[in-house]
C-alpha cells in the first residue's frame, strides 16, 4: 500500500507475483480435492453431508457468501468465490495484483484519456461495490456474464458522472 507505483519496474514485478499467487492458490486447492482422504472430509463436513462429489464441486464453485464449512481444516485450502478460505483470498490478492500490475504497464503505454474516465470509478470504490453487493443480494441480482458487463459499464458511467461533477462518492463522503 505503500509502494510507489509511478515507479516503471513496478508493473511487471506486481503481475508476475499476482499471476503466480492465484495460480498457486488454485493449484494448492486442485491438489487438496484431488485427494481422497480431504475428498471425503469435505464431503462428510459439508452442510448437507453425504452430498456426492461431482455435486459438491458444483456447489462450491458457485461461491460460498463469506463463509465455508468449519468441520474439516480441509476447507481453507478449498477455492470457492467468496468463501473467506485461505485459497479464495490468496487467489483473489494475486489476482488484484495481476490488475494492477498490467493496468501500470498498460497505463505506460496507452495515451491517458482512457484512465482519467476510470479514475473516477476507482475514486469512489466503496459506494459501486456496496451498491453492487446490494443490487446482487435484490431480485434484480442476476448473475452471468451479461451481469458482469452491465455492472461494470455502470460502475464506469457513474464514477465518471461522479468525477467530472467534482463529487465524491457518497460513502467515500461519509467516511
Same mark, same amino acid.
Given at each position: ?7 516503471? !519496474?513496478? &508493473? %511487471? /514485478?506486481?503481475? #508476475? @507475483?499476482?499471476? $503466480? ?10 491438489? +487438496?480435492?484431488? !485427494?481422497? &482422504? %480431504? /475428498?471425503?472430509? #469435505? @464431503?462428510?463436513? $459439508? ?10 464441486? +458444483?456447489?462450491?464453485?458457485? &461461491? ?112
Amino acid at each position: 500500500g505503500r509502494l510507489d507505483l509511478r515507479r516503471a !519496474a513496478w &508493473g %511487471p /514485478r506486481l503481475a #508476475l @507475483v499476482g499471476a $503466480w499467487t492465484a495460480a498457486l492458490a488454485l493449484a494448492v486447492s486442485a491438489g +487438496v480435492t484431488r !485427494a481422497e &482422504g %480431504p /475428498r471425503a472430509d #469435505l @464431503v462428510a463436513t $459439508w452442510w448437507r453431508p453425504g452430498t456426492p462429489w461431482p455435486d459438491l464441486v +458444483v456447489e462450491v464453485r458457485r &461461491g460460498m457468501y463469506g463463509v465455508h464449512p468449519t468441520g474439516s481444516p480441509w476447507w481453507l485450502g478449498v477455492w470457492s468465490p467468496h468463501s473467506g478460505s485461505v485459497a479464495d483470498l490468496a487467489h483473489t490478492a494475486g489476482t488484484a495484483l495481476l490488475v494492477l500490475g498490467l493496468m501500470l504497464l498498460l497505463v505506460r503505454l496507452l495515451p491517458r484519456a482512457p484512465w482519467e474516465v476510470l479514475a473516477g470509478a476507482g475514486s469512489m470504490t466503496l459506494t459501486l461495490y456496496t451498491t453492487h453487493v446490494l443490487v446482487m443480494a435484490s431480485p434484480l441480482g442476476v448473475g452471468g456474464h451479461g451481469a458482469l458487463v452491465l455492472h461494470t459499464v455502470a460502475a464506469v458511467v457513474v464514477g465518471s458522472a461522479f468525477a467530472r461533477a467534482g463529487f465524491r462518492g457518497p460513502l467515500e463522503a461519509g467516511v
